[in-house]
Nanobody
Framework: QVQLVESGGGLVQAGGSLRLSCAAS????????MGWFRQAPGKEREFVAA????????MYADAVKGRFTISRDNAKNTVYLQMNSLSPEDTAVYCC????????????????????WGHGTQVTVSS
């Protein structure tokens, strides 16, 4: 069992930046690949970014490539999402998730591959 708690969301103007954090507790954090997903009002949940167990492999949705960076610190049991050049289209609830498949070696963009989810943190970007 893994518990995930996100933080760092808030209100920011377009063009601004935020850094989200996701703190994990429970089983060995380094055994999981981690992902960030988001869900805007009235829309389906969508993949944002993923990182493998040691941070050497990452994957991004096209909508955030070049603006968002996912990273992790296994010593702190934390995964981060640095978000730059934010736009109103990035407004959503952002959730982190843990993927135990392949012992954390692979990065995957499908929500069904993730076993554990946080409750999310709200990001609102004003125009």
């Amino acid at each position: 069992q893994v518990q995930l708690v996100e933080s760092g969301g808030g209100l920011v103007q377009a063009g601004g930046s935020l850094r989200l954090s996701c703190a994990a507790s429970g089983r060995t954090f380094s055994g999981y690949a981690m992902g960030w997903f988001r869900q805007a009002p009235g829309k389906e949940r969508e993949f944002v970014a993923a990182i493998n167990w040691n941070g050497h492999s990452t994957m991004y949705a096209d909508a955030v490539k070049g603006r968002f960076t996912i990273s992790r610190d296994n010593a702190k049991n934390t995964v981060y999402l640095q978000m730059n050049s934010l736009s109103p289209e990035d407004t959503a609830v952002y959730c982190c998730a843990a993927d135990s498949g392949s012992r954390g070696l692979r990065v995957r963009g499908t929500s069904g591959n993730y076993d554990y989810w946080g409750h999310g943190t709200q990001v609102t970007v004003s125009s």
